[in-house]
């Protein structure tokens, strides 16, 4: 599956001032007086595939209560124009109404939305129930920076527990509609590096923590020391071993997400920065590959130009080694099919800075990287591996 996505971002943060401001990607990019425009992009890509998803915050407006209009416009003309959607239905916030991560009553409320979108569209197959849950978690109780805002393990384990107990139970109520759903999860796919000798402890312990959110999506035992990190940080056993009683990983896709940010530097003083592509996507997909042995898709990627294009081509070389190498992987996406708005600052300033990682410019012109992906969708989509030989089989 070659895709793309309409990045639709819209957690809350916190301003200068102190008030609270709801970012909306779709706002900030033009898409919601654009999207028959944005899709016919799509089209004239030559993509099938695209990463889309209703605005959680607008649609929810209450226990029980939907507002499903722009959803119904938009999801119909997917399915007029031959688009088939990876339903993407939480990205980054909550409505107001819930607050945030931190509300245990969060995981039943997300499982009836989900379980309502599935009724209105039961013919939709693809689903990414709660995108990037690391991220998620991370950036709303770990560094503080959007949603709930906080900074301490104790606000992260209760975000974690919350987000993939919503993702689990949205599943089963996706199932309990459409028995032959399958289900994207789109991770983040991290390691951390450490800087000096000093810093391996931490760099370790970190390596473990990035597994935290697919272990519990997909009931895989974790370590020793992750236990005792969840359990002396609020999770009880009896949560955590909800988890194991699950059984949803047979109706999963792994999706990985990579960027130049994905590989850290620990330093000794328990700081990070980014590191770049040391070992590259190959390296770190096939570990996260090895733990769970399931289907895998590079879900996410892209770069600013001018290095963009390079940057597509890195991310194909790697994906395509691992086809060849047996890794059953299913697809590969440029994400976003847009440019992207203040996103320099993970989304923690304001700014209507405009970030040149898409497909498109927002008005809406083709960038070199969109005549590059373009090309390589053009030369590759008929084109199976022999897994066993390495044979290019064109049919």
């Given at each position: 599956m070659f895709a793309t996505g309409i990045e639709n971002s819209y957690p809350t943060i916190k301003l200068p001032d102190g008030t609270t401001h709801r970012v909306d990607e779709l706002a900030k990019t033009g898409h919601y007086e654009r999207w028959r425009e944005d899709f016919a992009l799509v089209k004239e890509m030559g993509i099938e595939f695209l990463r889309y998803g209703p605005q959680y915050y607008r649609v929810h407006l209450g226990p029980n209560q939907y507002d499903w209009a722009f959803?119904?416009?938009?999801?119909?003309?997917?399915?007029?124009?031959?688009?088939?959607?990876?339903?993407?239905?939480?990205?980054?916030?909550?409505?107001?109404?819930?607050?945030?991560?931190?509300?245990?009553?969060?995981?039943?409320?997300?499982?009836?939305?989900?379980?309502?979108?599935?009724?209105?569209?039961?013919?939709?197959?693809?689903?990414?129930?709660?995108?990037?849950?690391?991220?998620?978690?991370?950036?709303?109780?770990?560094?503080?920076?959007?949603?709930?805002?906080?900074?301490?393990?104790?606000?992260?384990?209760t975000a974690l527990k919350h987000v993939c107990r919503a993702g689990v139970l949205a599943m089963q109520a996706i199932l309990a509609v459409q028995p032959g759903a399958i289900f994207i999860q789109s991770e983040s796919a991290e390691y951390f590096h450490p800087e000096t000798p000093a810093a391996r402890p931490l760099a370790n312990f970190l390596n473990q923590k990035r597994f935290l959110s697919l272990d519990l999506t997909y009931g895989y035992p974790v370590s020793v020391v992750m236990h005792e990190y969840l359990l002396k940080n609020g999770m009880t056993d009896e949560e955590y071993h909800w988890f194991d009683d699950q059984n949803i990983k047979a109706k999963c896709i792994m999706g990985t997400d990579y960027y130049?940010?994905?590989?850290?530097?620990?330093?000794?003083?328990?700081?990070?920065?980014?590191?770049?592509?040391?070992?590259?996507?190959?390296?770190?997909?096939?570990?996260?590959?090895?733990?769970?042995?399931?289907?895998?898709?590079?879900?996410?990627?892209?770069?600013?130009?001018?290095?963009?294009?390079?940057?597509?081509?890195?991310?194909?070389?790697?994906?395509?080694?691992?086809?060849?190498?047996?890794?059953?992987?299913?697809?590969?996406?440029?994400?976003?099919?847009?440019?992207?708005?203040?996103?320099?600052?993970?989304?923690?300033?304001?700014?209507?800075?405009?970030?040149?990682?898409?497909?498109?410019?927002?008005?809406?012109?083709?960038r070199p990287v969109g005549r590059a992906y373009q090309r390589l969708i053009a030369q590759w989509k008929d084109v199976l591996v022999d897994e066993s030989y390495g044979v290019h089989i064109n049919y």
């Open positions: 959803t119904d416009e938009t999801f119909a003309h997917l399915k007029e124009l031959g688009i088939t959607p990876l339903v993407d239905l939480l990205h980054f916030g909550l409505p107001d109404w819930l607050g945030n991560f931190q509300n245990p009553a969060f995981p039943e409320h997300f499982a009836a939305y989900a379980g309502a979108f599935a009724a209105r569209f039961p013919d939709l197959q693809f689903y990414t129930p709660i995108n990037e849950i690391f991220v998620t978690v991370m950036f709303s109780a770990q560094y503080g920076w959007w949603n709930e805002c906080l900074t301490s393990d104790l606000a992260f384990v130049r940010t994905n590989e850290r530097m620990v330093r000794a003083d328990g700081s990070t920065y980014p590191a770049g592509d040391v070992f590259g996507y190959y390296v770190i997909a096939k570990q996260y590959y090895d733990r769970y042995r399931m289907p895998l898709m590079h879900t996410e990627t892209n770069m600013w130009e001018p290095d963009s294009v390079g940057w597509l081509w890195r991310q194909w070389a790697n994906a395509y080694r691992l086809k060849q190498d047996g890794i059953p992987l299913v697809g590969f996406t440029w994400y976003s099919l847009l440019d992207q708005v203040d996103w320099d600052t993970a989304l923690r300033e304001n700014n209507g800075r405009v970030n040149p990682l898409g497909l498109y410019d927002l008005d809406r012109k083709m």
